[in-house]
Structures are given as C-alpha cells and as structure tokens.
C-alpha cells in the first residue's frame, strides 16, 4: 500500500510569490490533515479534510492560505502571496474512517520544505 | 490554550543504553496520546495509548500513560544506532467537532552513538 506523499519535496520561491504544494492520502482514507512545522517550534495543525468538506480550518494562519480537496482524493495547499514568515516544513497526513476518525492513526507523509526567501 | 510538552529535548547515549523518553499534557477532553518516530522525513506512527496504566509494547520500545499525572513516556532498551530520531509526542482531544486535530510536543532528539 503506498503511504501519503507529498510534492513538491523542497520548494524556494521568492517573498510575494505563489507556492501550490500537493498531498495524496492513502487511497481510500477519508481524512486529510495538513500540519506545519516553523523551525524550532512544535509541529501544528493547519485543517482538517473529511472527504471534500473542510472539518476544521482552525489553525490556518491567515487568508493567504487556501486549501482545498475536490473530489475527496488529492489535496492542495496555496500561500498566495508568500512570506518570510510562511517558511517551514508542511506535512499532510490521514486516516481512514467516516466523520471525525477519532481513534484511527494518522499517517503522515514526508512534508514538503518551503523557503521563502 | 492546549500544551504538551517534552523532555528532554535531546538525548545523546551510547548503544545498548536504556532511555525514557518524556510527555505531559495540559488539554481540554484528552481522548488519546500518540508517539511517532521521525528519522528523516515523515513521521511514523509507534503507539497510541487512551487507557491508563495499561503498556503497550513493540519490540524493544514500550509506552505507558498515566492520566492521573497528564502524562505518558517512551522506553527504549539496548538501545540501537538505528533508533536515532526525532521522537514526537501528540494528544488528541475528545468528542467535539474539532475532534481530530493532533497537537504536538517539540520533540525528543535521540542520538545513539556506538
């Protein structure tokens, strides 16, 4: 089974630019989260998939992050414009299960490293 | 606001040593605590604990929570080179519509020198 991947895996763009990073859950996994990680701090929570709709975008820094999930399969993360600030390792994880997935395991993909220069 | 944290933040010991590895946790309607490895890139999952006092076991790692102190911690014996990682600890919280949110510690930096 192929685990959750994630593209582009490094990614330096300049400040004020437009970055679309991709995350593919485990197939069939109706839960997709997406965390970041600032360095020298804890990993966070950004939002949270439930098939299409968006669970919960309560960690979403501010509205030049959109993301989205047509279709309920692959999701994409958009920082538009980007900044200094913005730059850190992005991970998207699932887990299977309709609803909330409460006891089920999150997998997490290897991030994609964001500079912003 | 939601808090867990970690300690040591690193960890440096010689192959075959045993290390405990901390977590404690300050969070509204705890449901569970999980641990994951992180080597090189995604985190793996090892555990998931939700009941107190109860270890759960893989190999030469083991776990334990303890509810009554808001806390849980990773054994590791004869430890390995290969057991050098990142060791992250996260909780997720109860029964609400932001149930499934992990929050996450900084991290353990485990060396295993030879």
């Known amino acids: 089974e192929a685990g959750v991947t994630q593209f582009p895996s490094h990614s330096v763009i300049e400040k004020g630019q437009t970055v679309t990073l991709r995350c593919d859950p485990i197939s069939g996994h109706d839960n997709l989260y997406w965390y970041r990680r600032v360095m020298g701090k804890e990993i966070k929570f950004l939002l949270h998939f439930v098939k299409e709709s968006k669970q919960d975008e309560s960690g979403m820094p501010n509205n030049r992050f959109l993301a989205e999930r047509t279709g309920g399969t692959y999701s994409t993360l958009k920082v538009q414009p980007a900044e200094l600030e913005d730059s850190g390792v992005y991970f998207c994880a699932s887990s299977q299960g309709l609803g909330r997935g409460i006891n089920n395991e999150q997998f997490f993909g290897p991030g994609t490293r964001l500079t912003v220069l | 606001e939601d808090k867990v944290v970690q300690s040591p933040l690193s960890l440096v010991v010689h192959e075959g040593d045993t290390v405990t590895l901390n977590c404690s946790y300050e969070?509204?309607?705890?449901?569970?605590l999980l641990w994951y490895k992180q080597e090189k890139k995604a985190p793996t999952f090892l555990f998931m604990l939700t009941s107190s006092g109860i270890e759960k076991k893989s190999g030469r790692l083991s776990s334990i929570l303890d509810k009554k102190e808001l806390s849980s911690i990773l054994n590791i014996t004869a430890t390995q080179t290969g057991d050098s990682a990142i060791y992250l600890c996260a909780v997720k919280k109860g029964y609400t519509g932001t149930a499934s949110k992990l929050t996450f510690g900084t991290g353990t930096r485990l060396q295993v020198t030879l």
């Open positions: 969070v509204t309607n705890f449901r569970s």
